[in-house]
Each structure stands twice: as structure tokens, then as C-alpha cells.
Nanobody
Framework: QVQLVESGGGLVQAGGSLRLSCAASVRAFSTYDMAWFRQAAGKEREFVAGMIWSGGRINYADSVKGRFIIFRDNTKNTVYLQMNSLKPEDTAVYYC???????????????????WGQGTQVTVSS
């Protein structure tokens, strides 16, 4: 079983930055592909960024390319999402997700991921 705990959310002004962290309680964290999703009020959950186990392949949603960076530290069992140049439309609950590595590229649909954190709220004011 994999337990994921997100942290780092909060309220920030447009143009600001936040770094989200997701700590995983699991053996062999380095064998898991990791991703961040988000869900705004009244909307479907959407893919934000994903990274395979080694960090060698990364995907970003078009809406965050050039602004967000996903990275991981396998020695700390943690994946991060650095969010820069935040916009009000980035406001959402952000979720960390994990799946045992089975694809050469990060998958981008929520049903592909087996384990989820509880979410952390990010609010960007204009």
C-alpha cells in the first residue's frame, strides 16, 4: 500500500510561486511513476505534470508548460511541483498520484493511477 501526503498549498497572489511536496510512504519509491493532478471547483480532475520512476521522461499539461516544474528526490521518497508565475486559473485542489512503473512515458489520465493523496488547496488571487 502506498500512502501519499501533500503539503505546501496556500494562498498566493498572481505572479507568485509555490512549491508543493508529496511524501510517499512506500518501499521502493523509485519504482513508481508520479504525477500531479488538480481539480477546480465544479470541474473535472485534470492532469498537470507527470514523471516516470527515473525522472527520465516528463509530461506537462499545455496550460502549465514553462511555468511549473515536476521533480523528485528518490532518497527522500518525495515528488515536488514547483509552480511559478501563478495565475488565478491555477486555483484548485492539487493531488499527488502514483502508479507502479509500467509505461515508458508518464500517463495523463487519472484512472491510470492507483494511489492518491488527500489533496492540498492552492488559491491564486488576482
Amino acid at each position: 500500500q502506498v500512502q501519499l501526503v501533500e503539503s505546501g498549498g496556500g494562498l498566493v497572489q498572481a505572479g507568485g510561486s509555490l512549491r508543493l511536496s508529496c511524501a510517499a510512504s512506500v518501499r521502493a519509491f523509485s519504482t513508481y511513476d508520479m504525477a500531479w493532478f488538480r481539480q477546480a471547483a465544479g470541474k473535472e480532475r485534470e492532469f498537470v505534470a507527470g514523471m516516470i520512476w527515473s525522472g527520465g521522461r516528463i509530461n506537462y499539461a499545455d496550460s502549465v508548460k514553462g511555468r511549473f516544474i515536476i521533480f523528485r528526490d528518490n532518497t527522500k521518497n518525495t515528488v515536488y511541483l514547483q509552480m511559478n508565475s501563478l495565475k488565478p486559473e491555477d486555483t484548485a485542489v492539487y493531488y499527488c498520484a502514483a502508479e507502479l512503473h509500467r509505461s515508458p512515458v508518464p500517463r495523463t489520465t487519472s484512472h491510470d493511477y492507483d494511489f492518491w493523496g488527500q489533496g492540498t488547496q492552492v488559491t491564486v488571487s488576482s
